[in-house]
């Protein structure tokens, strides 16, 4: 039995699974979730589908990434979460989506309800 970890290909899957996310290129990406990818696909750093989408502002692919399991409060490796991530970028449309998806805003380090008192924004 072989210890090597993922293949070459495997890897590669993931990367351009990440740039999808991250592209808002959601009826592919979901496709591939569809088919077998796991909607809480984690990068090096802790970041989720989930997470890069809503960092970019891809509200319609965080939601369709929610309705297939993805974690919406679900924290990176610096205990942000994708709600913290949107309010910091100013993705009015993401951070909707993802209150509206029950995303807490007292999760994570720094909260999103903190990032917004810090950023003169609001929760709504």
Same mark, same amino acid.
């Given at each position: 039995?072989?210890?090597?970890?993922?293949?070459?290909?495997?890897?590669?899957?993931?990367?351009?699974?990440?740039?999808?996310?991250?592209?808002?290129?959601?009826?592919?990406?979901?496709?591939?979730?569809?088919?077998?990818?796991?909607?809480?696909?984690?990068?090096?750093?802790?970041?989720?589908?989930?997470?890069?989408?809503?960092?970019?502002?891809?509200?319609?692919?965080?939601?369709?990434?929610?309705?297939?399991?993805?974690?919406?409060?679900?924290?990176? *490796?610096?205990? $942000?979460?994708?709600?913290?991530?949107?309010?910091?970028?100013?993705? *009015? *449309?993401?951070?909707?989506?993802?209150?509206?998806?029950?995303?807490?805003?007292?999760?994570? $380090?720094?909260?999103?309800?903190?990032?917004?008192?810090?950023?003169?924004?609001?929760?709504?």
């Amino acid at each position: 039995m072989s210890d090597a970890g993922p293949s070459p290909e495997l890897v590669e899957l993931a990367h351009q699974m990440f740039d999808l996310a991250r592209e808002g290129a959601g009826e592919r990406l979901l496709a591939y979730v569809d088919a077998g990818v796991p909607a809480d696909l984690t990068d090096a750093s802790g970041n989720t589908l989930l997470m890069l989408a809503a960092y970019h502002g891809h509200a319609a692919v965080v939601a369709g990434l929610a309705e297939r399991g993805a974690e919406v409060d679900r924290t990176n *490796d610096r205990g $942000q979460t994708p709600l913290a991530g949107a309010v910091f970028k100013g993705e *009015d *449309d993401v951070v909707a989506a993802l209150l509206a998806l029950g995303a807490d805003p007292d999760a994570g $380090q720094p909260t999103a309800r903190a990032t917004a008192e810090m950023f003169g924004r609001t929760l709504a």
